[in-house]
């Protein structure tokens, strides 16, 4: 009876040796996970609020979190595929102060002199009323952002054949510019493209050389009824 | 019989321990880390002024500062940029100085040249962009050239004349 006592007393301290004294040569030190830093919340989004659309893309999505110590700086390209009578759209545009001091600014449309990519021309200023800043003028603190709202309307009225009449269309370099971007379903070849630009100028400048920015937007419209009135549909919903 | 079932037992318990090892702690998920950078366009420049003194009709070219003083575009966003050049007409006094191609009556003319190039061959003009660089990433230097009028009027004489010239960055395509 006490050797049977015995016996399992030692075959229980030797099962529980390994678990305890068993050095490991071959195992990684226990990883300690570093202590949980708060971090602020993000702001918010602007593009958040867009709903959700097929018809363009939008190629900065962020507010800038690194600091411009001089100067100032505006968000860059725009992309933007099929644009249809009836079509609105609100579309925010980062302006950035820089921490040296405030400036005023102007905001307004231009067109591109010189096309940036091959099949696209440059919007007559006829168009250029498409799209327009809902802000013309914005005062900035030292590092103070703001997002400009630039308005993408086509009159629901505005027969596109016009447009296309005026520029060149369905020619190979358009088409294989075209057939790179990410289009809407079923939108047809038959598509014109054309660029301008949102300009802003820092009025406060002083001196003979100044500087101002151009954010580069890009737009296609088509003479497909089918797809403007399926467009139009979706814009509904 | 006992006693051997016994004595097998804490043999096995012996040689059981000695080879399983200790149960290694859990080791921490590996983390992913997404970033995700707003393309920004700015820019500085280092010269702010071309001060071209006291001129008169016909005078030859004057190139910025007394030499070929060069400018330094820095590109201070975060994506390459297109950098164009606009004038504006020199205002002041009676008569404006139309900003032209070549100089003539009441016309001047402003040409720049290029990362350290002798050729000023970069027209500025007032009614349209001239492109001065694409695709900078960091610094660009560039100078410019300036012709007075072969012809201005007299009531002219003496006053102060100014002018504006604009670089325009934008994000390269």
Not at chain 1, 108 to 136: D, N, Q, R, S
Not at chain 2, 25 to 38: C, F, S
Request: hydrophobic residues 35%; proline residues 6%; charged residues 20%.
């Amino acid at each position: 009876m006490k050797r049977t006592i015995l016996a399992v007393t030692l075959s229980l301290m030797l099962l529980f040796v390994g678990c305890v004294s068993t050095p490991v040569v071959d195992q990684p030190p226990p990883i300690v996970p570093e202590p949980t830093v708060t971090e602020p919340e993000p702001e918010p989004s602007p593009f958040d609020q867009l709903q959700p659309n097929t018809n363009f893309e939008f190629t900065h999505q962020d507010v800038l979190k690194d600091t411009l110590p001089e100067g100032y700086g505006i968000g860059s390209n725009c992309i933007m595929v099929g644009l249809y009578p009836g079509y609105y759209e609100e579309v925010p545009l980062l302006l950035k102060n820089g921490e040296d001091r405030e400036r005023h600014f102007v905001i307004y449309t231009v067109t591109a002199h010189t096309p940036t990519v091959t099949g696209f021309v440059p919007l007559p200023e006829t168009y250029l009323t498409w799209f327009t800043p809902k802000e013309t003028e914005i005062t900035l603190g030292k590092g103070e952002h703001y997002w400009m709202t630039i308005i993408i309307s086509m009159p629901e009225d505005y027969d596109v054949s016009r447009i296309h009449s005026e520029l060149e269309y369905l020619h190979a370099d358009f088409e294989d510019t075209y057939a790179k971007l990410e289009k809407p379903e079923g939108l047809d070849i038959g598509t014109i493209g054309a660029e301008f630009k949102i300009r802003v100028d820092d009025v406060t400048q002083t001196g003979f050389v100044q500087l101002a920015y151009t954010s580069q937007w890009y737009m296609t419209t088509t003479t497909n009824t089918a797809w403007i009135q399926w467009a139009q549909t979706k814009l509904k919903e | 019989m006992r006693k051997g079932l016994l004595r097998g037992f804490l043999v096995l318990a012996l040689l059981l321990a000695m080879v399983l090892p200790a149960t290694p702690a859990l080791a921490a998920d590996p983390e992913v880390a997404i970033t995700v950078t707003a393309q920004v366009v700015s820019m500085t420049n280092t010269q702010t002024s071309f001060p071209v003194g006291v001129v008169e009709a016909g005078d030859g070219a004057t190139k910025w500062g007394s030499s070929d003083t060069y400018s330094t575009a820095e590109n201070t966003g975060n994506v390459d940029i297109d950098i164009e050049l606009q004038g504006t007409d020199l205002e002041g006094g009676v008569y404006d100085w139309t900003l032209g191609t070549t100089a003539g009556d009441k016309i001047y003319s402003l040409y720049a040249n290029s990362d350290h190039s002798t050729t000023y061959n970069i027209e500025i003009k007032s009614s349209a962009y001239t492109d001065l660089t694409t695709s900078l990433a960091a610094t660009w230097t560039w100078s410019m050239q300036f012709t007075p009028p072969t012809i201005f009027d007299a009531a002219d004489d003496g006053t102060e004349k100014s002018s504006t010239l604009t670089l325009v960055a934008s994000a390269s395509a």
